[in-house]
């Protein structure tokens, strides 16, 4: 749910890199999902193995709005260079008020309109930043969730009796024969 959440405000911004990113997880939640309903410890594993990635990528939306290490939350490295689109928060935070001016001025641009956002109770960087905070919370509480799930299944496959083949002390012992008897003919 969190992660559609976020989908639906990453699409309000036309944010493509994180639409791409939120549509991958939620794919590979439904596979892990899937993997726990049916007993595929495969498919957990690759949520797994997703959850760390996830936790990265957030580490990354982290950096990036919070402008660590020469990123800029003004490039258009989310949007994929296609369109100069921000957060849908940045304009429609809590309290925010948004302004437009139009600039009929400038030849091309009549139907543009410059938007000024002044009184934001939070501002969007630091909702980016708690959202993708959430995120990793959830992903690593899903990592030990998937690890537990992984190592029960796993441990129920090693214990599986196979009519006593890997049990050392079987539920039923069946009593063979002597082996003498096995080898005197039998007479009707």
Known sequence: LAALERQVFDFLGYQWAPILANFLHIIIVILGLFGTIQYRPRYIVVYAIWTAVWVTWNIFIIC????V?????????????ISRHQSWWSENGPGCVRKEASMSGIKGLDTHSYVSVIGCALESRY????HSSFQI????VGFVYACYV???????????DFIGGFDPFPLYHVNE???NLLFKQTYL
Do not use: C, M, Q, R
Request: proline letters at 3%; glycine letters at 6%.
């Open 64 to 67: 990036f709005y919070l402008e």
């Open 69 to 81: 290490g020469g990123l800029s939350k003004d490039s258009e490295l989310l949007t994929f260079n």
């Open 127 to 130: 909702i980016e930043v708690l």
């Open 137 to 140: 919370l959830l992903a690593l």
């Open 150 to 160: 992984v190592s029960v299944f796993t441990e129920e496959e090693d214990s599986f």
């Open 177 to 179: 024969k002597p082996t």
